[in-house]
């Protein structure tokens, strides 16, 4: 009769496979037997999380198993940390993790989600190490739940494979353009970028920036302060120029447009993109503040854009919205939609447009989920999701609150 010890490794690895999703039937296969041990830590380590502990270093813990089973470092792929500031700022913890990431020679995902963290906070150190050493060759995302220097991402993007950073705040550190050390045009593998900031993004460090990656296909904005105004619509294009021939995806998660004198007047124009085919934006992007002219939706839009996403602030809560720019926020997007709608009778490259809710705070609002209802209805004749002309129109909400503790 046939035993498991008479099946090769190679083949238990293949058994053990099925069961990488479920490390509490990974471990008790482990404890079975020394065979099944031997092959099943090689799951259970795949995916490591390092958590906080208030009594103990689940950090140090994790060095010690690397250090003592050598075996196990080519099967660590993906690291999350979980800790706190201080686990990974404080020398000692620092060099923990630090020491953990250099043994870890075939990681392909690394992860730190810092769970305490404010806007105030400097930059921690980066426990990766950079092209020059080849210890990281194999890592294609990074993402980096707290601040980072341009200066460091510039390290990220130097990595051979790298696909995708996130980063939570991004920002200058007070150097200037000519003190950034930029990477060769095209010289970046990454293809995908998001990219928050809370106190406010470097915008001419970022442009040089975005000339480094071959093929930036995926691009997000993501602005945590809502006090802030986020990018001006007139400057996107003009910030994203470096990489209008190939970004395909493009996010803008803040909610403002500009606010200054000239805010009315101040509209994104993305019709030189002539890749990119999903598009959210802020209304104000689409059609400014206050009154003036509605813009020709053909003049702003990408020309093969196939989704675009209106995020509006909802002002449903408040009470002291002005009724003035509601009203011609509303005016304003249901002609700029029948534009549309007109414009794309022969097309059928534009099959969905979402107005999407978002909520803040500290701003009175756009219009609130009745209007946007009250539009869909006025444009295609039904207060449900409909198809007109040649695309769905609906809305969706999404309640949004992010807080800064």
Same mark, same amino acid.
């Given at each position: 009769?046939?035993?498991?010890?008479?099946?090769?490794?190679?083949?238990?690895?293949?058994?053990?496979?099925?069961?990488?999703?479920?490390?509490?039937?990974?471990?008790?296969?482990?404890?079975?037997?020394?065979?099944?041990?031997?092959?099943?830590?090689?799951?259970?380590?795949?995916?490591?999380?390092?958590?906080?502990?208030?009594?103990?270093?689940?950090?140090?813990?994790?060095?010690?198993?690397?250090?003592?089973?050598?075996?196990?470092?080519?099967?660590?792929?993906?690291?999350?940390?979980?800790?706190?500031?201080?686990?990974?700022?404080?020398?000692?913890?620092?060099?923990?993790?630090?020491?953990?990431?250099?043994?870890?020679?075939?990681?392909?995902?690394?992860?730190?989600?810092?769970?305490?963290?404010?806007?105030?906070?400097?930059?921690?150190?980066?426990?990766?190490?950079?092209?020059?050493?080849?210890?990281?060759?194999?890592?294609?995302?990074?993402?980096?739940?707290?601040?980072?220097?341009?200066?460091?991402?510039?390290?990220?993007?130097?990595?051979?494979?790298?696909?995708?950073?996130?980063?939570?705040?991004?920002?200058?550190?007070?150097?200037?353009?000519?003190?950034?050390?930029?990477?060769?045009?095209?010289?970046s593998s990454v293809t995908e970028l998001r990219i928050g900031s809370a106190l406010g993004l470097p915008l001419e460090e970022f442009r040089l920036m975005l000339r480094s990656p071959r093929c930036l296909q995926k691009l997000t904005f993501?602005?945590?302060?809502?006090?802030?105004?986020?990018?001006?619509?007139?400057?996107?294009?003009?910030?994203?120029?470096?990489?209008?021939?190939?970004?395909?995806?493009?996010?803008?998660?803040?909610p403002f447009g500009s606010r200054g004198a000239n805010a009315a007047h101040s509209l994104a124009d993305f019709s030189a993109f002539a890749a990119l085919h999903k598009l959210q934006i802020p209304l104000r992007y689409l059609i400014g503040?206050?009154?003036?002219?509605?813009?020709?939706?053909?003049?702003?839009?990408?020309?093969?854009?196939?989704?675009?996403?209106?995020?509006?602030?909802?002002?449903?809560? =408040?009470?002291?919205? !002005?009724? /003035?720019? @509601?009203?011609?926020?509303? &005016?304003?997007? +249901?002609?700029? $939609?029948?534009?549309?709608?007109?414009?794309?009778?022969?097309?059928?490259?534009?099959?969905?447009?979402?107005?999407?809710?978002?909520?803040?705070?500290?701003?009175?609002?756009?219009?609130?989920?009745?209007?946007?209802? =009250?539009?869909?209805? !006025?444009? /295609?004749? @039904?207060?449900?999701?409909? &198809?007109?002309? +040649?695309?769905? $129109?609906?809305?969706?909400?999404?309640?949004?609150?992010?807080?800064?503790?």
């Amino acid at each position: 009769m046939a035993r498991f010890q008479d099946l090769s490794v190679d083949l238990l690895y293949v058994i053990v496979s099925h069961l990488h999703s479920d490390n509490s039937l990974l471990r008790d296969v482990a404890l079975s037997c020394r065979l099944f041990r031997d092959v099943s830590q090689r799951f259970i380590v795949r995916d490591a999380i390092v958590s906080y502990s208030p009594k103990f270093s689940r950090s140090k813990l994790f060095l010690r198993t690397l250090e003592e089973r050598p075996d196990l470092t080519a099967h660590v792929h993906r690291l999350e940390l979980v800790l706190l500031r201080e686990d990974v700022h404080l020398p000692e913890e620092a060099n923990t993790v630090k020491r953990i990431c250099r043994l870890l020679t075939n990681l392909r995902e690394f992860m730190y989600s810092s769970t305490d963290y404010k806007i105030w906070h400097y930059e921690l150190p980066f426990p990766l190490t950079w092209k020059s050493e080849h210890v990281h060759d194999q890592v294609r995302r990074i993402d980096w739940n707290h601040n980072m220097t341009i200066e460091t991402l510039y390290k990220c993007m130097e990595l051979p494979r790298i696909a995708s950073i996130y980063c939570r705040e991004l920002h200058a550190m007070g150097s200037t353009t000519s003190d950034i050390p930029g990477l060769p045009a095209g010289s970046s593998s990454v293809t995908e970028l998001r990219i928050g900031s809370a106190l406010g993004l470097p915008l001419e460090e970022f442009r040089l920036m975005l000339r480094s990656p071959r093929c930036l296909q995926k691009l997000t904005f993501e602005f945590h302060d809502k006090t802030s105004t986020g990018i001006e619509a007139a400057r996107m294009s003009w910030l994203l120029e470096p990489v209008q021939t190939t970004l395909q995806d493009l996010k803008i998660s803040s909610p403002f447009g500009s606010r200054g004198a000239n805010a009315a007047h101040s509209l994104a124009d993305f019709s030189a993109f002539a890749a990119l085919h999903k598009l959210q934006i802020p209304l104000r992007y689409l059609i400014g503040i206050g009154t003036g002219e509605v813009p020709c939706p053909s003049t702003i839009l990408p020309p093969w854009l196939r989704e675009l996403t209106i995020a509006f602030v909802s002002n449903d809560s =408040d009470q002291s919205f !002005d009724d /003035s720019k @509601t009203s011609w926020n509303i &005016r304003a997007l +249901t002609s700029w $939609l029948k534009n549309l709608q007109m414009q794309l009778e022969q097309s059928k490259d534009l099959t969905q447009v979402i107005l999407e809710e978002t909520d803040s705070n500290f701003y009175h609002g756009d219009l609130n989920r009745d209007h946007a209802h =009250d539009i869909i209805k !006025d444009v /295609s004749g @039904t207060l449900d999701d409909s &198809r007109i002309g +040649t695309f769905t $129109l609906s809305c969706r909400s999404r309640m949004v609150f992010r807080s800064l503790r």
